[in-house]
Each structure stands twice: as structure tokens, then as C-alpha cells.
């Protein structure tokens, strides 16, 4: 099983940042996609998660009106898109898939996990 995620780095506060999570190794669309994001010294908080073939879709709190999780079954592929950046969004956001089949906003309910890419943002 790997994610990597990409679409990271120093970007604006205005705009849209779309993230992706490239994943193989299993059969993507029978899987549940989380996004976490952790800033440094903080613990990964959950944002939101998306369901295999139906792509359900949640948010915690902190995601509602800023993110828009989605994905492409057919190119392995989930997204998050980050609107409205704030200078406190400046963390490492990662997505992870869990073999419980439900989504979560726990982290250590994931089996695995991208690498992680690193959100700048610039005031």
C-alpha cells in the first residue's frame, strides 16, 4: 500500500489549493480516504474523509466552508481543496486509508499514510 500526497508548498492566502493523494497497492475505491493535517509540535488532527465506491463525504469542524474532499476512482486518486487560507493553515497535511471501512477523525484508527506535504501559507 502507498499514498503520496502532492500539491504542497508556499502559496497565497487567496486562491484555491488543490492537494492530492495518489494511492496503489490496493483496490482504491473499497477504501475510506482521510485527510489530517499537524502543524509543528501539535497533534494530527483530522479534516475529512471520503468513502470508497459512493464517496460519502464528512468534515470535522474545523474543515466545514474551508475544504472540499473528492476523489477520481478511476485514477487512484483523492483530493482536498483548501479555500480561504489563514497564516494557521501553515501545517503538513497527509492522507491516510484505513481497512475498518468507516471514516474517522481518529488518527490511529489509519493503518497508512502518505509522506505528508507541507503547506506554506503567505500573508
Known amino acids: 500500500v502507498q499514498l503520496v500526497e502532492s500539491g504542497g508548498g508556499l502559496v497565497q492566502a487567496w486562491g484555491s489549493l488543490r492537494l492530492s493523494c495518489a494511492a496503489s497497492?490496493?483496490?482504491?475505491?473499497?477504501?475510506?480516504i482521510g485527510w489530517f493535517r499537524q502543524a509543528t509540535g501539535k497533534e494530527r488532527e483530522g479534516v475529512s474523509c471520503i468513502s470508497g465506491k459512493n464517496a460519502i463525504t464528512t468534515y470535522a469542524d474545523s474543515g466545514k466552508s474551508r475544504f472540499t474532499i473528492s476523489r477520481d476512482n478511476a485514477k487512484n486518486t483523492a483530493y482536498l481543496q483548501l479555500n480561504s487560507r489563514k497564516p494557521e493553515d501553515t501545517v503538513v497535511y497527509y492522507c491516510?486509508?484505513?481497512?475498518?471501512?468507516?471514516?474517522?477523525?481518529?488518527?490511529?484508527?489509519?493503518?497508512?499514510w502518505g509522506q505528508g506535504t507541507q503547506v506554506t501559507v503567505s500573508s
Open positions: 497497492g490496493f483496490t482504491f475505491d473499497d477504501y475510506v
Open positions: 491516510a486509508t484505513t481497512s475498518n471501512g468507516f471514516c474517522s477523525y481518529l488518527w490511529d484508527e489509519y493503518d497508512y
